[in-house]
Each structure stands twice: as C-alpha cells, then as structure tokens.
C-alpha cells in the first residue's frame, strides 16, 4: 500500500520501549508525529 500526504495512515500496533503493546487507534483525535528512517546499519 502506498499512502500520500494527507492519508489517513492505517491503524498499526507495536511495542513500546518498556514492552506495552501500543496502537495507533490509542492516540485517535489527538495529534501525532510518525516519523520513519531506513533501517540501523544500511546505506541511505
């Protein structure tokens, strides 16, 4: 799937630093930043 600005990103979940499982859904209605790099250790 590809998403452009402006999509609604589609609700995903993973853990946190501390092992909570946390949800995009959790945050609905309030403001938040995703923010993605490449993965550790590759060129880019």
């Known amino acids: 799937m590809t998403l ?3 999509d609604t990103a589609p609700d ?3 853990p946190s630093d501390t ?3 946390i949800k ?3 945050y609905r209605g309030k403001r ?3 923010y993605f790099y ?3 250790d590759t060129p880019g």
Do not use: H, I, N, Y
């Open 4 to 6: 452009t600005m402006g």
């Open 24 to 26: 995009l859904s959790d």
């Open 32 to 34: 938040v930043v995703l």
């Open 12 to 14: 995903f979940e993973l």
């Open 38 to 40: 490449p993965q550790d």
């Open 19 to 21: 092992g909570k499982q």
